[in-house]
């Protein structure tokens, strides 16, 4: 099996979620967690943005043991300087950098030309070689840049000493047939792709970012960049949680990751409490509803083999245990589970009774509470009893 390699950019790119800023200590506490989990490079931050972003990636390098620390910059020679300075105690330093290659960066950002990018791509290159032989170019907006282009760029940028290519869809555009296809253009027709690792680092503007990381996997890269609960610019990256564990229920594609699955979910719960930011309920493997049963049928089933329902369990990713939630689409079976739980035996005579009791109530509330189901069944052991000869 083939080795992904996961890329946490939760303290770089997740922090640029307005109101998601992060002092130092919490960039620190989270560092030392996301290392825990398994992450295998860790994305601390853009030093040259601000003092207090030096300073994170700088304590985070004293920090961190195992993990690849890597610092983000600019194709500028002053933003690669002050990343290598920021790495200096970093145990495994990794510069990050790179410039947008799609046309609509080349002429709308730069107002520059291929042949001009091509030269700033190279140069930044060397420029970060000087401080370390762990070198990462990003192509931005490499989504939407032509693949004859970015396959030049590519190679003259490994031929200077990268040794990870990153190909972001920045904006989240790309079907994942088309990401996939990119990186297979890249496989075949960049002739020291060897030399390198292919990442993959995607936007969710679409709701697209996991499956086209995955895409891109199939078709050559071995990086995937992501974020815990797929935090991001706009709508988001990619989710660690989710191409973890597609990754880990599909093992048919042949690939594994170092991350351990068990800590996902409270990883989850530390990042959203730390940075403010709720996790939605129907998210993917870490949201509140993610192993919740409300409907008729599929909690009959699921109380009769808990595979029909649940591909994953929830110990597999540390979260609370499957939960069966008593609404108006409720059934009996699901009734009489609930009961069973809270110490009352009845039969199916009883269950029958008691559920149009239960419908009543569920068709004025959200949710039928454990203590409404106490009311109704000592209600009826009491009229049951006062029926008795």
């Keep these: 099996m083939d080795k992904v390699i996961i890329f946490d950019t939760t303290l770089r790119d997740g922090e640029q979620v307005p109101g998601c800023k992060l002092n130092t200590k919490e960039k620190v506490e989270l560092a030392l967690k996301l290392e825990d989990l398994g992450v295998n490079v860790l994305e601390a931050g853009f030093p040259i ?83 370390t032989d762990d070198v990462e170019f990003y192509a931005e907006d490499a989504g939407r840049t032509d693949n004859e282009y970015l396959s030049k760029v590519i190679e003259a940028v490994i031929k200077a000493g990268a040794t990870t290519v990153n190909i972001p869809d920045t904006t ?13 253009y890249l496989k075949n027709h960049v002739g020291n792709i060897d030399k390198a690792v292919i990442s993959c680092h995607c936007h969710n503007d679409l ?30 990256n990619t989710s660690l949680e989710e191409v973890v564990m597609v990754i880990k229920q599909h093992k048919a594609l042949g690939f594994y990751t170092d991350i351990d699955a068990t800590k996902l979910y409270p990883m989850s719960r530390l990042v959203s409490d730390t940075m403010r930011m709720p996790v939605q309920p129907n998210k993917a493997i870490v949201g509140s509803n993610a192993f919740s049963h409300s409907s008729g049928i599929h909690q009959d089933g699921f109380l009769k083999d808990t595979l029909t329902y649940e591909i994953i369990n929830p110990d597999e990713v540390g979260a609370d245990s499957s939960k069966i939630v008593l609404t108006a689409r409720s059934g009996r079976s699901a009734l009489a589970y609930r009961f069973q739980k809270l110490g009352f035996s009845f039969d199916r005579n009883d269950v029958d009774i008691l559920y149009s009791r239960f419908l009543k109530i569920a068709d004025n509330k959200k949710e039928v509470e454990d203590g409404d189901l106490n009311e109704m069944a000592k209600e009826y052991q009491l009229s049951a009893m006062s029926v008795q000869p």
């Design 49 to 131: 943005s601000s003092p207090g972003d030096f300073s994170s990636v700088e304590q985070i390098s004293k920090t961190i043991t195992k993990a690849v620390v890597c610092a983000l910059s600019r194709a500028v020679q002053k933003d690669i300087e002050v990343a290598a300075q920021a790495l200096k105690y970093a145990k495994r330093p990794r510069i990050h950098t790179g410039i947008g290659t799609s046309d609509f960066h080349i002429k709308g950002k730069f107002n520059s030309t291929q042949e001009d990018i091509l030269q700033r791509a190279v140069q930044c290159v060397k420029w970060a070689r000087n401080f």
């Design 172 to 184: 989240g555009y790309c079907l994942p047939h088309q990401y996939g296809e990119k990186m297979a």
């Design 207 to 236: 709701g697209l970012a996991t499956a086209n990381s995955i895409s891109g996997v199939i078709n050559g890269a071995r990086q995937i960049e992501c974020t815990i609960n797929g935090l991001g610019e706009r709508a988001g």
